[in-house]
Every structure is written in C-alpha cells, then in structure tokens.
T-cell receptor, first 110, second 114 residues
Framework: GQQLNQSPQSMFIQEGEDVSMNCTSSSIFNTWLWYKQDPGEGPVLLIALYKAGELTSNGRLTAQFGITRKDSFLNISASIPSDVGIYFCAGAGNTGKLIFGQGTTLQVKP | DADVTQTPRNRITKTGKRIMLECSQTKGHDRMYWYRQDPGLGLRLIYYSFDVKDINKGEISDGYSVSRQAQAKFSLSLESAIPNQTALYFC?????????????FGPGTRLLVL
C-alpha cells in the first residue's frame, strides 16, 4: 500500500530559528495536507496543497507540493514557543482516503 | 461548541470487554472516519463512511466494527478489547464533494486496555 516517509522524526530548536520538514511518497498524490497536533487535542489543518508545484503560505508557515507529486515540505520561519507540537503530512490519491506520515515532533527552547 | 465531538475523552477497560467510542458532528459533513494514533506511526485509518448507508474498511479494521447511525453520528466498537488496542482514537469528517478533501478532527479518545 501507499506509504509516506516524514522526516525528521523530531526536532529541538532555539526560539527564532527556522524549521524545515518534509514528506516523500512511493506513489503520486493529488493532494498534500499539513496538520499540527497540540498536546491532548486532535490534528488541525495548517495548509492544503492541490496542484503540483504549488507554493502556499499561512503566516510564518510555507508549504510546497513537489513537482513529481511524490513529495512536500513545510517550513516554519522564526519559530516561537507555541509552535511546539506534532506536525503531520498527509497525502490523498483518487480514493478519497488520507495517508499520514509518522509525524515530526517539534520542541522549541525559549 | 466544537464541531466534532468524541465521547468519552478517556477510558480504561479490561481485556475482553466490549467498548464503544462515539463521534458526533455538527458540520453537516457526509464523510466520517475513525483513526488510531500510536507513537511513531502517525494516524492509521480503521473505518470510514461516505454516507449513512456506506461503511468501508480502512488499513487496520481487524478487531473493530462501526455503525453510522445518522449523518451526524459514527461510532466505533471494540467487541473484545485487547491490550494492543491501547491508543489514541480520532474521529474525523469531510464535506464529500471532491475526491480528496480536507478532514476535520475531533479531540480524541485516549483508551487504555489492561
């Protein structure tokens, strides 16, 4: 079945630093989504990407849908303590089902 | 009020017990999903339903069953709970217009099977 590899698995950074994480797939996706999960809560959508090559920003977050349709990255600029959480990529093909990456746990040191 | 609610939020049960997790939504979405989350494994799809009369198995349906009682309600049952079903369970919904859509998640149910 389809699989997503998300990296890095975890990051511990200093406040103010930029962060980059990515996902790669063994197969093509039509949609890439990036979610954030705060402790004790469900994932919340950050950015949705629907077109190969698309680059989309949401405040300090920027995500891109790879040209090959098999990868996506998420950048966070000038990190702040409330960026702490688990970030998930998710891809969807033609079935309507989302396939999730394993998650990147981000910790920010003030 | 939250758009997607899950009950209970936390549950401790014993091996062999039957347990039901419930999900309700006020978003008016047709599609509903159940996932489990385990550390280092992300979210894995258990069952999903694209409308009231539709039930589909996901990636890890063994040991689980579901019921779509209404458009707004989708419950997950563990007929005979076992310890490796200890996990965080999430319900999600989506509109049902496009093939691949944004999903909206509930707050989760933390289940411990002793």
């Amino acid at each position: 079945g389809q699989q997503l590899n998300q990296s890095p698995q975890s990051m511990f950074i200093q406040e103010g630093e930029d962060v980059s994480m990515n996902c790669t797939s063994s197969s093509i996706f039509n949609t890439w989504l990036w979610y954030k999960q705060d402790p004790g809560e469900g994932p919340v959508l950050l950015i949705a990407l629907y077109k190969a090559g698309e680059l989309t920003s949401n405040g300090r977050l920027t995500a891109q849908f790879g040209i090959t349709r098999k990868d996506s990255f998420l950048n966070i600029s000038a990190s702040i303590p409330s960026d702490v959480g688990i970030y998930f990529c998710a891809g969807a093909g033609n079935t309507g089902k989302l396939i999730f990456g394993q998650g990147t746990t981000l910790q920010v040191k003030p | 009020d939250a758009d997607v609610t899950q009950t209970p939020r936390n549950r401790i049960t014993k091996t062999g017990k039957r347990i039901m997790l419930e999900c309700s939504q006020t978003k008016g979405h047709d599609r509903m999903y159940w996932y489990r989350q385990d550390p280092g494994l992300g979210l894995r799809l258990i069952y999903y339903s694209f409308d009231v009369k539709d039930i589909n198995k996901g990636e890890i349906s063994d040991g689980y069953s579901v019921s779509r009682q209404a458009q707004a309600k989708f419950s997950l049952s563990l007929e005979s709970a076992i310890p490796n079903q200890t996990a965080l369970y999430f319900c999600a919904t989506s509109v049902g217009i496009a093939v691949a859509e944004t999903q909206y998640f509930g707050p989760g149910t933390r289940l411990l099977v002793l």
